[in-house]
């Protein structure tokens, strides 16, 4: 295991200078409530609770703390309360990185640290929270790589039902509270950017007759891109209706701006019709 003094950090065998906080330019701080806003699923959960942004000579980048719920396999979860600080723009040596670390953590080693090689393709498992981290914090990007052999629905979660969305057929899961809508047979547009069979959609909790969770929009050069929903399924249970505020992403993955958006499902049948 390798260390350095407070002010760096390690990347492999190469030790890189961070400014103090004292000598950098900081920007207002903006926080995502309590809980935070999920950036990484898929087993163990990942929120943006806070982020700062900062200004030195030679990068610019965000600080401030992530919420993990880790997951037990057995039942149960451990929350814990984590710094970060990430890298965003370098552009005299372009090293990009994230650091995690315990609450006024000083010193960095190897394991709390990790370097965003290349932004855009999927970096495998063991580093997939950390790249989602990168553009949660960095280009406010939530949820963008995803793990589909863990977030794809289980075998013990069946297809309880399809619908109708916007000419593409879906198919809902059911686990308790939870809801999950993934794309069946994708219009020809969305496959045309990437979307296939198995994609996820839409996932978050049914109470009562209230939708709410999290949505997906889809490019072909940013992948997907999360959004808070929230509706209303009919007094019929056959249309689910949901309400947010769509990101609009540029040619450089970030969120632009924003637009309302419907989202709206229209019972087809029950999977074992």
């Not at 980048?61 to 451990?78: D, L, M, N, S, T």
């Amino acid at each position: 295991m390798s260390s350095c003094l407070a002010g760096c950090v390690v990347l492999g065998t190469i030790a890189l200078v961070v400014p103090p906080a004292l000598a950098q330019e900081t920007g207002p701080l903006e926080t995502f409530g309590s809980n935070g806003r999920l950036y990484s699923g898929g087993g163990d959960e990942f929120y943006l609770l806070s982020r700062r942004s900062y200004a030195s000579e030679d990068s610019r980048g965000y600080e401030g703390q992530i919420r993990i719920v880790r997951k037990y396999p057995g039942g149960g979860y451990e929350e814990q309360i984590m710094d970060y600080t990430a890298r965003c723009f370098a552009p005299f040596d372009n090293m990009i990185y994230v650091i995690v670390r315990e609450p006024g953590k000083e010193s960095y080693d190897d394991k709390d640290s990790t370097e965003i090689k290349s932004p855009n393709q999927f970096p495998g498992a063991t580093e997939k929270s950390a790249y989602n981290l990168y553009w949660a914090a960095c280009h406010s990007q939530f949820g963008k790589f995803k793990d589909t052999a863990t977030e794809s629905p289980s075998a013990s979660v069946k297809k309880a039902s399809y619908w109708k969305h916007n000419d593409s057929i879906v198919y809902l899961t059911a686990d308790g509270v939870n809801r999950r809508f993934f794309y069946e047979n994708p219009r020809e547009g969305l496959r045309a950017i990437g979307v296939t069979p198995g994609t996820l959609l839409f996932e978050g909790k049914k109470e009562g007759y209230a939708y709410s969770g999290t949505a997906y929009i889809f490019s072909r050069t940013c992948g997907a891109t999360a959004y808070p929903v929230t509706g209303n399924v009919s007094a019929d249970e056959k249309t689910v209706t949901m309400y947010g505020q769509a990101p609009q992403i540029n040619s450089s993955c970030e969120i632009a701006s924003y637009r309302n958006d419907v989202l709206a499902f229209h019972f087809q049948r029950r999977a074992q019709d």
